[in-house]
């Protein structure tokens, strides 16, 4: 698969393919630390990414979908509203990727649902075939502000053969379980440093974030490879 291990152990210190996909790294890598920044929190391929118009936004290009529907009606809606036409990442982690996620700016996590659902792969071949992929598979939804009060949305999609999405501050948060329902955490001060790992996949799989309007600046572009730290917004 091309799995690239300059900074990682070597290859025969896993001893499993799951220890592969979840290696972590050997050395903190460095950042942008200003708080007006926010990194990618993950080595992936931005499969799309810019404007929302008010909550339509793009699985692919040429296929659409509503942000509300993939937030679901246990994210209050007055909520949800902030993010109409604001901006919007799709981060689509390869199985050659570091599978690990980290918090891509200084923020709280005001509330975490987790939404039962299908797992299709998330690949390009899938992203161009199947409609609303991300609203018929599982996700855990994070709904986060920033030291501003700015508020955003980070969205981690289950895919076929990922065994399990872990989020280290919190253990309650089990996907794969075979459950029907959607479970919701509140939380009341939750917060987690730029840089801090979050968690990570048990295979590779897709992060979408969305923002509030008028919240930030994009620095990616669509069809970019990014590591974890690269800088790929700015606030306003």
Known sequence: MGVDLKEFDTLKSYKSLNELFTRKLKKDRKFDNSSNIIISPCDSLITECGDMFISRTMQIKGFY????????????????????????????????DYHRYHVPVDMQVLKVVHVPGLLYPVNLKYLNKVFDLFIKNERVILEC??????????VFI??????????????????????????????????????????????????????????????????QKVSFGDSIAKNR
Do not use: W
């Open 65 to 96: 979908y509503k942000a509300d529907k993939l937030l679901t009606s246990h994210i209050e809606f007055a909520n949800i509203t902030k993010i109409y036409n604001g901006k919007f990442i799709n981060f689509y982690l390869s199985p050659k």
């Open 145 to 154: 502000q920033t030291s501003d009060k700015k508020l955003f949305y980070m």
């Open 158 to 223: 289950g895919a076929l053969n990922v065994g399990k999405m872990k989020f280290n501050f919190d253990e309650r948060i089990q996907t794969n379980a075979k459950k029907d329902s959607v479970t919701t955490y509140q939380y009341a001060n939750m917060r987690l440093k730029k840089g801090e790992e979050l968690g990570r996949f048990e295979m590779g799989s897709t992060i979408v974030m969305f923002f509030e309007k008028n919240m930030v600046e994009l620095l990616c572009k669509r069809m």
